[in-house]
Nanobody, 122 residues
């Protein structure tokens, strides 16, 4: 079992940046691939980014490639999502996830945080 707690959400102007953090507790953090998903108002939850156990492999949704960066620090049991050049339609609740394999699919992740609200003003 692993518990995930996101932080760092908030209000930002379009074009601005935010960094989300995900603190993990429980079993060995480095055993899990980590992912970030988001769900905007009236939308289905969608994949944003993922990172493998060692941090050597990262994967992004096409819509965020080049603007968002996922990272992890296995010594600190933390995953981060740096978001730059944010757009108004990227306002959403952002979720941190952990699973046994790195994937773009929600059903491959076993543990989810409570979510962090990101609001982007135009």
């Amino acid at each position: 079992q692993v518990q995930l707690v996101e932080s760092g959400g908030g209000l930002v102007q379009a074009g601005g940046s935010l960094r989300l953090s995900c603190a993990a507790s429980g079993r060995t953090f480095s055993s899990y691939a980590m992912g970030w998903f988001r769900q905007g108002p009236g939308r289905e939850r969608e994949f944003v980014a993922s990172i493998n156990r060692s941090g050597s492999g990262t994967y992004y949704a096409d819509s965020v490639e080049g603007r968002f960066t996922i990272s992890r620090d296995n010594a600190k049991n933390t995953s981060r999502l740096q978001m730059n050049s944010l757009k108004p339609d990227e306002a959403a609740v952002y979720y941190c996830t952990a699973g046994w394999i790195v994937s773009r699919a929600q059903n491959q992740y076993d543990f989810w945080g409570q979510g962090s609200q990101v609001t982007v003003s135009s």
